[in-house]
């Protein structure tokens, strides 16, 4: 048995990547992690990138051109790419030996006849149809989803980070139930010190980089009507750049991890009234930071987000309900301490990266079995 885990994602920079590393550093001590980089793959094989761009069109036609991010979203989801990814992902995995594989996110299908291969991640295509207006003519073709699909079965395991997203494995996909596992997730933030945290502040914090998806527009719409009855209050935005010019809201733009950090401390609600969300990182972080959360009905956020204990949840779009969450809290420091005391200790009990590690090694072990190292 080898002693090398091949670790497989798509691109080197996100925070989750470098999270994710680390629990399986954690969890599998007696490993190496080898950590393997499609798009650093993809740019060794000269021309791929003009060909796929070719074939982006073609199978996408002018969908590709639709929207802010519609060329990049449409370029990665090409059957073209996705075949060539699984070729070359599978030559790198012939050239060493490896223990497992193990595939950060659902985008391409990394595994390799010979090797046992595990799956960790947070969305599934066909799960933006329980989207409240999602629309249909987003969906990718139906032959790109069946090979999505036959990527969930190729799988020896597939870990999802929500019971919501595995639901969606079972019913949209048809995945035997023994094989996918939710595992929850930790975040890529977490606190430093216990000092006690001022609800009274009035401060509301957003962080989202999309921020017509993350429902900003509205969010800033609710502020409006909460500064009538509390024009202390404030509303910090990081991630995004909108233009808006209101009194008590100030608009941060992309941040380092290292820098939001800080805005988290100095909070007393966090707030992010996302349209769709694959899982919803930023919320664990809150809620590791002691912060009463008010968030959509979507997804996976009620099972973190618990309705009355932890936080409050409104409607995708309702900037009425959203002032109206807003103010309660504003307007109760204890309750904002309840309920961040509640999330915070959800945070504790499972949605952290130790957590995450043990349930991801145990049902490694019982699929590969494996008998643990002494």
Request: aromatic share 10%; proline share 6%; net charge neutral.
């Amino acid at each position: 048995m080898s002693e090398k885990i091949a670790y497989i994602r798509v691109w080197p920079s996100p925070a989750i990547g470098r999270s994710v590393a680390r629990m399986l550093e954690g969890a599998f001590p007696e490993y190496q992690i080898e950590t393997i980089n499609i798009t650093d793959l993809l740019r060794k094989r000269g021309g791929l990138t003009w060909r796929n761009l070719f074939h982006t069109f073609k199978e996408h036609g002018l969908a590709s051109l639709k929207g802010r991010d519609g060329l990049r979203r449409h370029f990665f989801r090409t059957t073209y790419l996705f075949q060539q990814v699984k070729e070359l992902v599978a030559e790198q995995l012939e050239s060493e030996d490896y223990a497992f594989s193990f595939q950060l996110q659902s985008l391409f299908d990394a595994s390799a006849e010979h090797l046992p291969h595990f799956i960790y991640t947070d969305h599934t295509h066909l799960a933006n149809l329980s989207y409240p207006g999602y629309d249909d003519e987003r969906l990718m073709p139906p032959k790109w989803i069946a090979l999505e699909r036959g990527m969930y079965h190729n799988a020896t395991g597939v870990f999802t980070r929500s019971m919501n997203i595995r639901q969606s494995l079972l019913q949209d996909y048809g995945c035997p139930p023994e094989k996918v596992q939710c595992v929850y997730s930790g975040g890529n933030l977490r606190p430093t010190d216990e000092s006690q945290r001022d609800y009274q502040a009035k401060r509301i914090l957003f962080v989202g980089a999309d921020w017509e998806r993350k429902g900003g527009p509205e969010l800033v719409e609710a502020f409006r009507i909460v500064r009538q009855a509390h024009p202390d209050a404030k509303l910090v935005i990081v991630g995004s750049q909108p233009r808006i010019n209101l009194p008590g809201c100030e608009v941060l733009g992309p941040l380092p991890l290292s820098a939001i950090q800080p805005h988290y401390e100095e909070a007393s609600i966090f707030c992010l009234p996302t349209h769709r969300e694959p899982f919803g990182l930023a919320f664990i972080e809150a809620m590791a930071f002691k912060l009463p959360v008010v968030a959509t009905r979507i997804g996976a956020i009620p099972e973190f987000v618990v309705e009355g204990e932890s936080g409050y949840l409104v409607e995708p779009g309702d900037a009425e309900g959203l002032a109206g969450a807003l103010a309660r809290l504003l307007e109760a420091p204890d309750l904002c301490r309840r309920f961040g005391e509640r999330g915070y200790r959800l945070t504790q009990e499972r949605y952290n990266w130790e957590n995450v590690g043990k349930l991801v090694r145990k049902a490694m072990l019982e699929a590969l079995k494996l008998t643990p190292a002494k």
